[in-house]
């Protein structure tokens, strides 16, 4: 599994524009299931469209749609009222006053 910096970088490569899940994951390492909708979005297109892209494109977009669906399942299904969620979940500053 790649690690969340890896994530961050991949993200960089397909988000949708400066108010996307994907750009927050990249820009502040938050992440939400809307993250993993819309690189699941991507894969989509990739896959539909490979003519256009390559098979790292496809590689590199499984990878993190294989991350985000474990940082959710992990922490997020598994610990719904949990107040010691990894920082890179939510971004910084979650559990502050």
């Not at 959710?72 to 502050?96: M, S, V």
Request: with cysteine.
């Amino acid at each position: 599994m790649i690690s969340h910096s890896e994530a961050r970088m991949i993200a960089a490569d397909w988000h949708g524009g400066q108010w996307s899940p994907l750009y927050a994951l990249s820009s502040s390492g938050a992440i939400s299931s809307d993250a993993a909708r819309e690189a699941t979005k991507m894969l989509h297109l990739v896959a539909c469209n490979l003519e256009d892209y390559t098979w790292e494109d496809e590689e590199s977009l499984t990878s993190l749609c294989d991350f985000l669906d474990h940082a959710e399942n992990t922490w997020c299904a598994e610990n719904p009222d949990a107040e010691d969620f990894p920082e890179y979940l939510y971004g910084p500053g979650k559990w502050e006053d």
